[in-house]
Structures are given as C-alpha cells and as structure tokens.
C-alpha cells in the first residue's frame, strides 16, 4: 500500500528556534494535511493544501505542496512551548478517495 | 456543539470478548470514520461512511465491523477481541466537500482499548 515517509521522527529545540519537517511518497498525491496531536486528544488540522506549489501560512506554521505531487513540508517559526506535540503528514492520493495515508509523526519538544 | 464525541474512554477486554465502540458528532457530517493508532505510527483508516446506512473497508478492516444506523452514530464492534487489537481508536467524521471549503475532518479524543 501507499506510505509516506516523514522526518525527522522526533526534534528536541530550545523555544524561539526555527522548525522544519517534512514528508516524502512514492506515488502522487493530489491533497497533503499537516496534523498536531496533543497527548490524549485526536488530532488537530493545520493547514490543508490543495495544489502543486501551494505555499499556506496559518501562523507562525507554513506548509508546501511539492511541485512533484510526492512531498510536502511544514515549518514553525519561532517555536513556544505550546508547540510540543506530535506532528502528522497526510496524504489523500487521485481519484477522490476517502483513504487519508499518514505518516509516522514528529514528535516535537521545545526547551524553555 | 460537543464535536465528535467517543465511549468508553478506557476499556480492557480478555481475548475473545467482544465489544462496541460508539461515536458520536453533532456537526450534521455526512463522513465518518474509524482509525487505529499504534505506538510510533500514523492513524490506519478501519472502515468509514460517506452516509447514512453506507459503510466501507479502509486499510485494515480485518476484525471489525461497522454500522451507521444513523446519521450522527458511527458503531466499530469487535466480535473476539485479539491482543492485535490493542491500541487507541479514534474516531472523525466531516462534511461533504463542496468548492471552496476545506478537508477538515474532526476528530474525537480517542478509546484506549487493551486486549489481555
């Protein structure tokens, strides 16, 4: 089945740093989701992103939609501590599926 | 609203039992949807409902069954519950896609179900 590979699997930051992370698929996908989950909560969605090169903001966070349709990132600016959860990449693929596919999630803790 | 609701929160079942998870939106949402979610993984789709009376296979279906009896209730029920099945359930559910909204599907806060 289709899977997507996110990285990095865990970041340890000092608050104020910058964060990156992203995600990688082999096949195309045609909707990318970024998702931060808090412990003992569902997930929680973050930005949407809907066509190749889409560059969204909400926030301090920004996603892309990679030109090739098989990888998307996400970055937070200036972290907080607020920020720490675990971070999810999903991917719906062509063809109007319901089937999201996630990744594995980065697990972020940000140091005071 | 209370969103998408989920009971129980906590449940420990011995293997071969059986059991019915409940979820629950108030959102008037045609989609619904059942994941699991394992340690150091992403959420696995197990069944979902684009309506009312309609159920579909996901991912991994093998062990669970479904029902939308009605709109608002989506049931996941386990008929002989495996240590395979211990994980942490959770349930979504959104509305129909029309031009111009977003895919924002509603979570709830998760069943944490052991199997002995």
């Known amino acids: 089945g289709q899977q997507l590979n996110q990285s990095p699997q865990s970041m340890f930051i000092q608050e104020g740093e910058d964060v990156s992370m992203n995600c990688t698929s082999s096949?195309?996908?045609?909707?990318w989701l970024w998702y931060k989950q808090e412990p003992g909560e569902g997930p929680v969605l973050l930005i949407a992103?809907?066509?190749?090169?889409e560059l969204t903001s909400n926030g301090r966070l920004t996603a892309q939609f990679g030109i090739t349709r098989k990888d998307s990132f996400l970055n937070i600016s200036a972290s907080i501590p607020s920020d720490v959860g675990i971070y999810f990449c999903?991917?719906?693929?062509?063809?109007?599926?319901?089937?999201?596919?996630f990744g594995k999630g980065t697990k972020l803790t940000v140091n005071p | 609203n209370a969103g998408v609701t989920q009971t129980p929160k906590f449940r420990v079942l011995k293997t071969g039992q059986s059991m019915t998870l409940l979820c629950a939106q108030d959102?008037?949402?045609?989609?619904m949807y059942w994941y699991r979610q394992d340690p150091g993984m992403g959420l696995r789709l197990i069944h979902y409902?684009?309506?009312?009376?309609?159920?579909a296979k996901g991912e991994v279906p093998d062990g669970y069954n479904v029902s939308r009896l009605k709109k608002q209730n989506f049931l996941l029920g386990l008929e002989s519950a495996a240590p395979s099945q211990t994980s942490v359930y959770f349930c979504?559910?959104?509305?129909?896609?029309?031009?111009?909204?977003?895919?924002?599907?509603?979570f709830g806060p998760g069943t944490r179900l052991t199997v002995l």
């Open positions: 959102m008037n949402h045609e989609y």
């Open positions: 999903a991917g719906r693929s062509q063809g109007g599926s319901e089937k999201l596919v």
């Open positions: 096949s195309i996908f045609n909707t």
């Open positions: 409902s684009v309506g009312e009376g309609t159920t």
């Open positions: 992103l809907y066509k190749a090169g």
């Open positions: 979504a559910s959104r509305a129909r896609l029309l031009a111009g909204t977003t895919d924002t599907q509603y």
